[in-house]
């Protein structure tokens, strides 16, 4: 699995790197980035709640 933010739609809320922040930082620019190429097993339910929650939508797994 693995996790894309879409840059255009981030609003920089640190939401999601509150969450699960082995995966998610905010970059210089103040947008998510996601910092793992591929979700590790231990990752996957803190990462699903930041999609869950992220008020922008910016979050998909696949």
């Known amino acids: 699995m693995i996790a894309i933010v ?3 739609e981030c609003i920089g809320c ?3 790197e509150e969450i699960c922040p082995d995966v998610f ?3 210089s620019e103040g947008i998510s980035t996601v910092i793992v190429d591929e979700l ?3 990752f996957e339910e803190c990462a ?3 999609e869950e ?4 939508s910016a979050i998909t797994l696949e």
């Not at 929650?53 to 922008?56: D, L, N, T, V, Y």
């Open 25 to 27: 930082v905010l970059d």
């Open 40 to 42: 590790p097993f231990e």
């Open 53 to 56: 929650r992220c008020p922008s």
């Open 6 to 8: 879409d840059r255009g």
């Open 48 to 50: 699903h709640e930041a």
């Open 14 to 16: 640190r939401l999601c």
